[in-house]
């Protein structure tokens, strides 16, 4: 067979298709090989999680019930006197739901195809940190993919623009606004935590957003997911400085706590808000043709080909990016799912399919490709869903970045005029 009928076996054969990924001994490397670095991962917890069951159908429907549509003021409800009662049926309250559609995703990936005997002299932690650098690059793909879908679904968008009204900045609101768009208007400087605390009053207010429970740490909160440098922002901003200096002159924990803890999710929620540190946060060059953010790929791929690797870094963009987003979330607002696992039925057998990431080794010898097993690769699957439940509930919120203030200023000289010379 001809190797333009058989891709598989070109592809087998090619030696450039190879990874050199192992690090040989001769030049006498000492110590360990240093693991591969990776960002936190802050989103992959803020999600509630459950199953999608296996055998039902391929879009799922799912209702969630609507606060009840009262029949008489809430201003001044209506009471009688409880002689004239009888006879009367009382005002007519009436409910409803509204219904949301999702389905199951999957992303598939694979390792680098290495060959076993590249790696017999090799060092002997480079198998070992390759495998490591890979299950960390999954948790961030994870990580990744729920700041990604809470951004593209959320049906509340904040735009921290001044010279506006409140009304003008915030779009959406309501359950069937999913994928909304922000006011189409750049922000023009960072947001402040006076207009977080007025956008919290008004999902609590008007959008009856549920917080999280304080889990004995403190009052229930909303989770606010930012930038350090945002974050930072926060605590210095005059009237939030003040308050924590006086709690903590006062020998309150929570002052102490909001002034030398790295994020504000590590103390009690500060006035119903609680902080966690985002290390890549989206960042865009401004809006597209078709109203969405531009958005700026945090990572740059380099590559070697000669020896088909390739690893990461910042993007230089992604750092000077003009525009930033942080997430305002509440208390169930999307479910994250995973299937059920599915084997087959009667005689159709299939191997248990992977959904969370797993990295397994896959290493098989056959006839054509890999006959003596000199080769293999790791493979991993993600299969997840989102939920509808509240999606008015998270609010991706946009702003523009400032350059950083160094704190850098001019100074008198430290020498002294030689005496006589005055």
């Keep these: 067979m001809s190797e333009t009928l058989n891709p598989m076996s070109a592809v087998c054969n090619e030696p450039d298709a190879l990874s050199d990924i192992a690090v040989k001994d001769t030049n006498r490397l000492v110590g360990r090989i240093a693991e591969s670095l990776a960002m936190n991962a802050v989103f992959i917890n803020i999600l509630d999680g459950g199953t999608f069951a296996s055998g039902i159908s391929d879009t799922v429907r799912s209702a969630v019930s609507m606060p009840a549509a009262p029949g008489d003021s809430m201003a001044i409800p209506t009471f009688v006197n409880d002689t004239e009662v009888c006879g009367t049926d009382g005002i007519q309250d009436l409910t409803g739901t509204i219904e949301f559609q999702y389905s199951l995703q999957?992303?598939?990936g694979r390792g680098p195809r290495v060959c076993m005997k590249k790696g017999y002299a090799a060092y002997r932690d480079s198998y070992l940190q390759a495998e490591n650098s890979l299950v960390k690059l999954i948790v961030q793909y994870?990580?990744?993919?729920?700041?990604?879908?809470?951004y593209l679904n959320s049906?509340?968008?904040?735009n921290a623009t001044k010279g506006y009204c409140f009304e003008d900045l915030f779009?959406?609101?309501?359950?069937?606004?999913?994928?909304?768009q922000f006011a189409q208007v750049l922000p023009t400087g960072p947001v402040s935590f006076k207009a977080i605390l007025t956008?919290?009053?008004y999902m609590r207010e008007a959008l009856l957003a549920e917080p999280f429970s304080g889990e004995g740490k403190g009052q229930p909160h909303a989770k606010i997911i930012g930038s350090a440098e945002i974050i930072d922002a926060f605590r210095e901003e005059s009237g939030v400085a003040t308050n924590m200096l006086a709690l903590t002159a006062g020998g309150y924990q929570i002052g102490e706590n909001t002034l030398t803890a790295y994020s504000w999710e590590t103390s009690p929620a500060y006035r119903g808000i609680a902080f966690g540190t985002d290390q890549s946060p989206l960042r865009a060059t401004g809006f597209d043709q078709n109203g969405d953010l531009a958005l700026v790929d945090p990572r740059l791929v380099i590559a070697d080909p000669a020896t088909n690797t390739a690893y990461?870094?910042?993007?230089?963009a992604w750092l000077t990016a003009p525009y930033e987003v942080l997430f305002v979330v509440y208390q169930d607002s999307f479910r994250r799912l995973v299937p059920e696992k599915y084997v087959g039925e009667g005689s159709?057998?299939?191997a248990p399919q992977l959904v969370s990431g797993e990295l397994i080794w896959h290493y098989i010898m056959d006839n054509d490709c890999n006959l003596w097993g000199d080769y293999g690769f790791h493979k991993y699957q993600i299969t997840r869903a989102y939920m509808p439940v509240r999606p008015m509930h998270v609010v991706p919120v946009l702003?523009?970045?400032?350059?950083?203030?160094l704190g850098l200023e001019d100074c008198v000289s430290t020498s002294c005029p030689v005496l006589g010379e005055l």
């Excluded at 702003?399 to 203030?405: F, L």
Aim: positive net charge; glycine residues 6%; proline residues 5%.
């Design 142 to 150: 994870i990580n990744a993919d729920v700041r990604a879908q809470l």
């Design 106 to 108: 999957t992303k598939r």
């Design 312 to 316: 990461s870094i910042v993007n230089p």
């Design 171 to 180: 779009t959406g609101g309501n359950p069937t606004d999913i994928g909304v």
């Design 399 to 405: 702003y523009r970045r400032c350059k950083s203030d």
């Design 155 to 158: 049906a509340s968008k904040f």
């Design 348 to 350: 159709f057998k299939f």
């Design 199 to 201: 956008l919290n009053r």
